[in-house]
Structure formats: C-alpha cells, structure tokens
C-alpha cells in the first residue's frame, strides 16, 4: 500500500465524516441561532433554553436523514471490503 493510497483513503473517510455529521450540525447551528435571535429580541438571557431544542431538532435531523447516512456508511465501507484484496497486492 502506497503513501498516496493511505492518503486517499484518510481523505475520503474525512469527506464521509463531514457528509454524515452536517446534517446534524446544521440542525444545531440553526435552531441554535434562531433561539438565540429569539433570545437577545426579548432579553431573555437564560442558557438552559437553547437546550432542548436543539437536542429535539438534532434528534428529528438523525431520524430524518438517518437512512442516507446509513446507506453512505455502508457503501464506504462495502467499497473499502471490495479493496482490500487490491490494497494487499499494491506492494509497499
């Protein structure tokens, strides 16, 4: 296995992490600046409110987007199998 090989596959699994862990982050960066917006227009400045709702919103983001994540993980992974013989067999 080569230097570029090894770097491919750290490269692509980095990708893969973005892709799986958006969905979720966003849901929290918006229900967290929409709270926060609420907040700061009525002077409510108490820290335990932003909580649930983002824990509920990321929540509905994990069931709503779960499958896609699911099929992405399974694919990467299935394709990382297929390469294994490959990867073994490139030399290094």
């Not at 490269?11 to 907040?39: D, R």
């Not at 700061?40 to 909580?51: G, P, R």
């Not at 983002?54 to 990382?80: D, H, P, R, Y």
């Amino acid at each position: 296995m080569t230097d570029v090989t090894v770097i491919h596959l750290v490269m692509t699994a980095f990708v893969l992490a973005a892709k799986l862990s958006a969905p979720m982050l966003l849901t929290a960066l918006a229900v967290g600046f929409g709270i926060s917006l609420f907040q700061s227009v009525t002077q409510l400045q108490e820290q335990t409110i932003a909580f649930v709702p983002k824990v509920l919103a990321v929540g509905i983001a994990i069931v709503v987007c779960g499958k896609w994540m699911l099929n992405e993980l399974t694919t990467f992974t299935s394709q990382l199998y297929e390469q294994i013989p490959d990867l073994l067999t490139s030399g290094g």
